[in-house]
Nanobody, 126 residues
Framework: QVQLVESGGGLVQPGGSLRLSCAVS????????IGWFRQVPGKEREGVSC???????????TYGDSVKGRFTISRDNAKNLVYLQMDSLKPEDTAVYYC????????????????WGQGTLVTVSS
């Protein structure tokens, strides 16, 4: 059974950084597109960043407009891990962050993502 577990969330001051990790088990990470999504109560889920597995040396990535230039997604297939480095954090980045997996197509809408983690809370506040 494929499972995803997020870690690395917490409380950080505005302007600070956090690195989220998504550990995948029950399968190899190869061929899966992995996405990071976030949700605030009462708001729609937002696609933060997604990464495909099309080119091992430099996989294709996509970012939401609100995080471009501040967040960086990466993957380590050998370790079955996907990371989300979040820099220059803002209060509006506060949300529960989820990672999810789908077949190898680079899409960050959340549609067709078959496997989801339980989420990790990120709070940006002074």
């Amino acid at each position: 059974q494929v499972q995803l577990v997020e870690s690395g969330g917490g409380l950080v001051q505005p302007g600070g950084s956090l690195r989220l990790s998504c550990a995948v088990s029950g399968t190899t990470l190869d061929y899966y597109t992995i996405g990071w999504f976030r949700q605030v109560p009462g708001k729609e889920r937002e696609g933060v960043s997604c990464i495909s597995d099309d080119k091992p040396s430099k996989p294709s990535t996509t970012y939401g407009d609100s995080v471009k230039g501040r967040f960086t997604i990466s993957r380590d297939n050998a370790k079955n891990l996907v990371y989300l480095q979040m820099d220059s954090l803002k209060p509006e980045d506060t949300a529960v962050y989820y990672c999810a997996a789908r077949d190898p197509f680079l899409d960050c809408s959340g549609t067709y993502y078959r496997f989801w983690g339980q989420g990790t809370l990120v709070t940006v506040s002074s």
